[in-house]
């Protein structure tokens, strides 16, 4: 049986008419939805916004900062601006006291004029130009990542004396959306590094790694901590104490499958640390997700269902925000949101989702098996929840604070 608001698996039948072995929910009937809150319902409901649109829940962007300070209260949180750069969402972040992980001076500057402090700022791009770097440090901030010489010269040169940590590539292959290879170099390199940039007069911090995005395995830290107190010990015998260990974002966030909660991820790390570091170091985290995803809705709207051939069980549902708009997390259906209609959740069938352009993998969900209700027609709403994560961020005009690429024109 279905309930309103209720998750629910059963099994689905796969677009070839073979059987997924995957598993299926039931679309929450938004009656009585648990994912959208009262606040974000009413608003849709008074203002009734052009669709589409995300919706942004302040109260929740502090409570989901709160709840991870409570869970992990050892550690700085950075809040990673990437995950939803919105300057009402920043300012409300340093309110609550937080700090920031930047990536770019778009981002730099942003925090800044939202009254964050140059202190609260960390750097933790390792792929940035001199030029980026000396820009970070004319506005006073004074603590950077890298992960290569090239970078650490820079460092060097363009912030001299400021606070540096070392990224280190951590293998954690079950990461829902991971970073592969593009960050951080073999641990032995770290250690290499990071007592080179104590020769040039950096102030050495200790080791950063991330575990890759929507991590779900609380295990996944283990790997990485033991790691970094390797990088700590090797270092102490050169003669460079580290006192540091930033174990960057990855925090998950539930979405058509349950995540394990921050105490949960927060037991896994403070066991690790025990475990491997004789004196436990300053511990930094940098949540994205977990800070800006459920606070988010977007209201999106069917701008057409449709079968391939009357005979097709399942149907195309359109909507007026496809993978270019703001679901780019759906590149190869690794997000699966949350989705929510006005109608009862049955009668429904099973449908495949696509986006509104001409592009042909502006296709949002085939693989993975969805079911919307039989009555969904063109004109009505569909509400993609947890969606205040790398949403926005991707489809706006200016990502992680880079600019839009220019169009030029000739003749
Ligand atoms: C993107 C990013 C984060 C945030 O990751 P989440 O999975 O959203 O928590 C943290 N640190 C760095 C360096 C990042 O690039």
């Known amino acids: 049986m279905v309930r309103a608001g209720v998750i629910e698996s059963v099994t689905a039948t796969a677009p070839n008419g073979g059987q997924l072995g995957i598993t299926v929910h039931a679309v929450l009937d938004s009656l009585a939805s648990p994912g959208l809150s009262p606040r974000l319902r009413a608003f849709l409901d008074e203002r009734a916004p052009a669709t589409p649109c ?9 409570t989901n900062y709160r709840a991870l300070r409570a869970a992990l209260p050892e550690a700085a949180i950075f809040y990673a601006v990437k995950a939803n750069p919105a300057p009402e969402v920043v300012a409300a972040l340093v309110a609550e006291g937080s700090s920031f992980d930047v990536a770019s001076t ?7 004029a939202q009254g964050a402090s140059p202190e609260s700022l960390s750097y933790g791009n390792p792929i940035k130009k001199a030029a980026d770097i000396a820009h970070a440090h004319a506005r006073g901030v004074r ?11 820079n460092l060097a ?36 590094l990071l007592a080179r940039a104590a020769d040039l007069g950096l102030d050495v911090r200790g080791a950063c790694f991330h575990v890759g995005s929507q991590h779900t395995d609380p295990a996944a830290w283990t790997a990485g901590i033991a790691q970094a107190a390797w990088i700590s010990r ?3 015998e050169a003669g460079v104490r580290t006192t540091s260990l930033n174990l960057g974002g990855g925090f998950p966030t539930g979405y058509r ?5 921050a105490d949960v991820h927060a037991a896994a790390i403070r066991a690790a640390v025990a475990e491997h570091f004789d004196t436990a170091p300053e511990l930094v985290i940098e ?21 391939k051939d009357d005979a097709d069980e399942h149907r195309w549902v359109y909507l007026d925000i496809g993978r270019y708009s703001g679901l780019a997390e759906t590149e190869n259906e690794y997000i699966a949101y949350r989705l929510s209609t006005r109608h009862p959740a049955t009668p429904d069938g099973p449908v495949i989702i696509a986006g509104p352009t001409c592009d042909g993998d502006d296709v949002i969900y085939q693989h993975t098996a969805y079911r ?19 949403t926005a961020s991707y489809s706006s005009v200016s990502f992680n604070g880079f600019p839009p690429l220019p169009t030029l024109f000739v003749g």
Do not use: N
């Not at 995300?54 to 502090?62: A, F, G, M, N, P």
């Not at 778009?106 to 800044?112: M, N, Q, R, S, T």
């Not at 499958?257 to 909660?261: E, L, M, Q, S």
């Open 257 to 261: 499958d349950p995540a394990p909660p």
């Open 143 to 153: 603590r950077f990542t890298f992960d290569s010489d090239g970078d650490l010269a």
């Open 234 to 236: 090797g270092l102490a």
């Open 157 to 192: 040169e363009h912030a001299p004396g400021s606070q540096v940590w070392c990224r280190f590539l951590v293998d954690a292959p079950d990461s829902g959306t991971p970073f592969g290879r593009k960050f951080g170099c073999s641990p032995r390199m770290a250690l290499r």
């Open 372 to 390: 919307l209700p039989t009555a969904l027609r063109a004109g009505d709403h569909v509400d993609i929840l947890d969606a205040g994560a790398y």
């Open 54 to 62: 995300l919706v942004v829940d302040l109260e929740v962007v502090r």
């Open 287 to 307: 949540p994205g997700r977990a800070i800006a995803a459920t606070a988010g809705v977007i209201r999106a709207e069917v701008v057409l269902v449709s079968r």
């Open 106 to 112: 778009g981002e730099v500057d942003l925090c800044l």
